[in-house]
Structures are given as structure tokens and as C-alpha cells.
Nanobody, 113 residues
Framework: QVQLLESGGGLVQTGGSLRLSCVVS????????FGWYRQAPGKQREWVAN???????MYADFVKGRFTISRDNAANTVYLHMNSLKPEDSAVYYC???????WGQGTQVTVSA
């Protein structure tokens, strides 16, 4: 059974930082590409970043220079380091495999003005 478990969300002030974690089980972690998505109330879920098996990373324009995605294959964990947070970054953040077949339950990020 494939499981993705996100954590690390919370309430932070504008300009602050958070690190999200996603622990993956039930599949060969090192052989898969993973990504982060987010969904704000009343909005569609949107892609944030991806990291490939060779550590290649891709980012949505609205997070470039502020967010960094990384992975630890020994720990079966994907991270999202978020800096310079803005109120518009407030959303539930989800971890997924790149084919979007498997999703975690999400972790809430709230950035206060």
C-alpha cells in the first residue's frame, strides 16, 4: 500500500520560512519523481515543484527563488523548503508522485500579513 505523509505546515508571518516533509512508503522511492502541489480555498490545485530521480528540479514561476525542493532517498522523504513566504502562499500543500496517482492528506500552511 502506497502512502505519502506530509508534515511541517503551520502559521507563519510574512517573510518567514517553513520546511515541509513528505515521507513515502510502499514503493521504490529512489526510482520515482515526486512533486508538491497546493490548493487554496476556492481555487484549483496547482503545481509547485518537482524533483526527479537524478535530483533535477523544476519550479512554478511563482515560487522560483523562494522555494527549494529536495529529497533524501535514504529516508524516503521529499522536502519543500519555503522562504520569503507571502500571504498568497497560504494553502494546503500536497505531496504526490509525478503521475499524480498517489497523494498525501496535505498539510496546511497559513501566512499572516
Amino acid at each position: 500500500q502506497v502512502q505519502l505523509l506530509e508534515s511541517g505546515g503551520g502559521l507563519v508571518q510574512t517573510g518567514g520560512s517553513l520546511r515541509l516533509s513528505c515521507v513515502v512508503s510502499g514503493l521504490l522511492f529512489s526510482a520515482n519523481t515526486f512533486g508538491w502541489y497546493r490548493q487554496a480555498p476556492g481555487k484549483q490545485r496547482e503545481w509547485v515543484a518537482n524533483i526527479g530521480v537524478s535530483m533535477t528540479t523544476m519550479y512554478a514561476d511563482f515560487v522560483k527563488g523562494r522555494f527549494t525542493i529536495s529529497r533524501d532517498n535514504a529516508a524516503n522523504t521529499v522536502y519543500l523548503h519555503m522562504n520569503s513566504l507571502k500571504p498568497e502562499d497560504s494553502a494546503v500543500y500536497y505531496c504526490t508522485r509525478d503521475d499524480r496517482r498517489y497523494w498525501g492528506q496535505g498539510t496546511q500552511v497559513t501566512v499572516s500579513a
